[in-house]
């Protein structure tokens, strides 16, 4: 009973019903994964910035996949593949741009290469050695978009929202400046040359320089600009002069730019203003001469030295400058004589007109009564060392009167032979005169003389022989006596010698006695009677 109850006390097992599942059911990990793949690739799509091309000359340090490209160093985008453009003459790089690049695409937005470069603004890129080369950009402000770009050869020396103004120099040759000279004010780099491009006709230069804030407010309507370009070796009469704006300028030229001094404050010029480039600073500050007055020189002597731009000079004051050289032939006389045309600037003969243009008439009387008084022009040196000359104008009161004919144009100055041709002609005299000294019979005359005196020094030898051996000893012996007496006049007129002594004595004596006459002189004076009566008793 034991055991029954035992077996009937154990638990019965139950049979599970068996679990069937679908066969659609093996079609959900894929779709699962598609959705999650989907969602990937709508957000990514979604992420996904524009697309780009960008026409480059050369490929040189881009590789698709891994150059970036950068804005101030930050990363929106990768170059995606780089193809050639089917006349093979560029280099089209496609590239993508992060969703946040979208204002990138306008039309004024430039890109460029950034590889390590050597230029006139110095040294850039050098970041690139190991980072490797990216394209930078300047995002563009136009309200135009587009998608397709021309990429620079060279990176942009002015980004965009940089603070300054842009002027346009006209020049007549570009020298030694190139892209990124440097522009200087008052020896301070104010900003830097960013373009240049030739004249529609081809007879000049048009530069753009880029003046960098705050020194852009400092061109104004009277800045004047000019090439300060390598080292300026002058020599004048004050020295030699060594001018230069800075290093960089001396490598690879740059510019200059300033105001005259004398001149009013003017106010800034405008962006895009066109400026004269001028060859060099003095050149620059010329004053602009409103009247021109055209003239014509005859010399008869030598021109070799006197150069078209050679100065006109009033007593140390420029007043012209000339303008050609030529050579006429008269056939009446024979002769050459050499014109030399001049532009004379009367304004600056009359500083009582500095704040009005003089009239025609007034510079006319004002010409006429210096030439009335002597005034002409003559050929000077204005180096001893180059033989430079140029054209000195100053009266000459001894010269012949002359008249200026106002109805000949250009007006002809009379001329005087420059200091060079008098000293020459007066040589010539000389040497004409010496021509006529009989210098023969005065050479045989002079021989005549030296022998003469030839013999005359050779008597005074013998005489000096003579005195020497004959009278030496008795001029020696006189001395000697000569010395003994003043020996012995020495003793007698010692203080303490006897001699002295009595003589001493008896000038006292001598003394005494005068003294006793000029009483009885006194005593006389006083009582005449005395010499007849005798001296009466002293009661």
Sequence with gaps: MTEASDKTDLPQAVRAPRWHWAPWLIWLIPMIAAVVGGTILIQTLMARGPTITINFKSAEGLEAGKTRIKYKEVEIGTVGRI??????????????LVKSADSFLRDDTRFW?????????????LGTLLSGSYIGVDAGKSEESRDEFTGLDVPPFVLTGLAGRQFVL????????????????????????????????????????????????????????WQASGVELSLDASGIKLATESLASILS?????????????????QSNSTFTLYGNRDNAMKHADTVVRKALLYFDESTRGLAPGAPVDFRGIVIGEVTSISLEVDNKGKVF????????????????????????????????????????????????LTGQLFVALDFFPDAAKTRIDWKQ????????PGTLEELQTILGRIARRLDKVPLE????????????????????NALVQRVDTELAPQASATLEQVRKTVASADAVLASD????????????????AAQALRSLTDYLDRHPEALLRGKKDNP
């Excluded at 105001?259 to 800034?268: G, I, Q, S, T």
């Excluded at 003389?449 to 005074?460: G, M, V």
């Excluded at 010698?497 to 005494?512: E, F, H, K, V, Y």
């Design 253 to 269: 030229g740059g510019i200059s730019f300033g105001a005259p001094d004398d001149l009013p404050v003017a106010p800034e010029a």
């Design 113 to 125: 290469v950034v590889r390590p470069r050597v230029g006139a603004g110095g040294i850039s890129g």
């Design 497 to 512: 010698a006897p001699l002295q002594q009595d003589l001493r004595t008896t000038l006292s004596d001598i003394s005494r």
């Design 409 to 416: 144009e250009p007006i002809t100055l009379a001329t005087v």
């Design 441 to 460: 019979q005065i050479g045989a005359d002079v021989r005549v003389a030296l022998k003469s005196l030839d013999s005359t020094l050779k008597s005074t």
């Design 337 to 384: 004589r050499f014109p030399v045309a001049i532009n004379i600037y009367p304004q600056r003969l009359q500083s009582r007109y500095l704040n009005a243009a003089p009239a025609q008439d007034s510079s006319r009387e004002v010409i006429d009564a210096l030439v009335a008084r002597g005034m002409r022009a003559q050929l000077k040196t204005g180096n001893l």
């Design 83 to 96: 193809t050639l453009s089917p006349d093979r003459q560029q280099v089209i790089v496609t590239a993508q």
């Design 170 to 225: 006209h020049a007549e040759q570009i020298g030694s400046l190139d892209i990124g000279a440097p522009v200087f004010f008052r020896h301070i780099q104010a900003g830097q040359i960013t373009a240049y491009e030739l004249d529609t006709n081809g007879t000049g230069v048009i530069l753009h320089v880029f003046v960098n804030a705050p020194y852009d407010k400092y061109v104004t309507t009277s800045s004047r600009f």
